[in-house]
């Protein structure tokens, strides 16, 4: 698992950003601070709630020079959906191929509902280096992160 200080490893995804282009970690690294924040699932509670309290933040995070991307294993058709029904301004990055949460060590599955190799609802904030400067992963897909602690390490680094 990343800890803060570690290289973030470089990756290229599928972006979903209303439309579906490539992005690549390191191209956009001169948006840092960077918050990757990777949740289970497209569509569920949790996770809704998670990225809608991201898009009621969005101007804090922009004000402080950061760039937010959710992060899921979920297709990017899906999550092009998903975006646009919670009306969110920041893209979002599929991992379909669920090589950022073996990469990222942050694969978790659920077993009672035959869902295997979801991300673990966790968050890295990221220095214009690709250094991590914030690590948070919970066990617990029902623990959303401390919103004020990722702002303020995005302030502390901006």
């Known amino acids: 698992m990343l800890s803060e200080g570690d290289s973030a490893p470089e990756f290229t995804a599928p972006l979903a950003n209303g439309d579906i282009e490539s992005f690549t ?3 956009h690294l001169e948006d840092a601070p960077l ?5 289970p699932g497209a569509f569920t509670s949790v996770c809704t709630h998670e990225m809608n309290t991201f898009q009621d933040r969005l101007q804090a995070f922009e004000d402080a020079g950061a760039s937010v991307y959710g992060i899921s294993v979920d297709s990017p058709f899906a999550l092009n959906e998903f975006r646009e029904k919670l009306g969110l301004a920041f893209d ?3 991992d379909a191929d669920k090589e950022l949460v073996e990469t990222y060590d942050i694969a978790m599955d659920f077993d009672d509902l035959g ?5 673990k609802r966790s968050v890295f904030v990221l220095d214009g280096d690709g250094v991590v400067q914030y690590a948070w992963v919970s ?3 029902g623990v959303e992160p401390d919103y004020d602690e990722v702002l303020d390490t995005v302030e502390s680094i901006a």
Do not use: K, T
């Not at 918050?35 to 949740?39: E, H, I, S």
């Open 25 to 27: 970690l390191s191209e």
């Open 35 to 39: 918050v990757l924040a990777f949740f």
């Open 92 to 94: 979002l990055i599929s």
């Open 115 to 119: 869902v295997y190799d979801v991300a």
């Open 139 to 141: 066990d617990d897909p």
